[in-house]
């Protein structure tokens, strides 16, 4: 079974600013697909970015991007030029051979003026 | 194109009722999953269903149920309700036959069983 962990349970950062966020997971499929969604107090889970775990380059999608490090299984997002909307819960999610997503926990992220 | 749509958006029940949520997946998607999600445990995986047969089938127990109709609609039914059932249920859609692409998510269904 894969789990995925999430350590940082609340994060923030000022409007502007870089912030980091962490993941790891741990499997022993050696094909899967990782993600990062965002859930807004709007609650619409929204696909922020995703990564091939076969593919050794890093997914960017305009200010965010990851750091897939696939032998320490880990997979950070970083987030760029923080803006005031992107206060959300951030869940880092795997998505192997099973036909589902395992997510992790989740981190509270607030972007402060 | 229209997003997944779940209805109702907002549902209030009391213990030992049942209900039935419903799922609408984006045009063309084929695969419909479930999930709930509680403060406490997050978001868990419920069932998977691909052209009306259910694929995968998370760690809940057998009051919850689902199907998928030919149309790819999906509905899923919570029997004797708990307390503990209280919680958002948020059905997703994808494209392909393959469980590595992209899911979208409806806005959900915020159950409250009192």
């Known amino acids: 079974a894969q789990t995925v962990t999430q350590s940082q349970p609340e994060m923030s950062v000022q409007e502007a600013e870089t912030v980091t966020l962490s993941c790891t997971y741990d499997t022993s499929e050696s094909n899967y697909y990782l993600f990062w969604y965002k859930q807004p107090p709007s609650r619409q889970m929204i696909l922020v970015i995703r990564q091939e775990a076969y593919k050794q380059q890093n997914a960017t999608e305009n200010r965010f991007s990851v750091n897939f490090q696939k032998a320490a299984k880990s997979f950070s997002l970083k987030i760029s030029d923080s803006q005031l909307g992107d206060t959300a819960m951030y869940f880092c999610a795997f998505g192997g051979s099973n036909y589902k997503l395992t997510f992790g926990k989740g981190t509270l992220l607030t972007v402060n003026p | 194109k229209a997003g997944v749509t779940q209805t109702p958006r907002y549902l209030i029940k009391t213990r030992g009722q049942q209900v039935t949520l419903s799922c609408s997946p984006i045009s063309g998607h084929r695969s419909v999953s479930w999930y709930q999600q509680t403060p406490g445990q997050g978001l868990q995986f419920l069932f998977e269903?691909?052209?009306?047969?259910?694929?995968n089938k998370g760690n809940f127990p057998g009051r919850f149920s689902g199907r998928q109709f030919s149309n790819s609609r999906s509905e899923m039914n919570v029997s004797t309700l708990e307390l503990g059932d209280s919680a958002l249920y948020l059905c997703a859609s994808s494209l392909s036959t393959s469980s590595y692409n992209e899911q979208f998510f409806g806005p959900g269904t915020r159950l409250t069983v009192l």
């Open positions: 269903y691909f052209s009306e047969t259910q694929r």
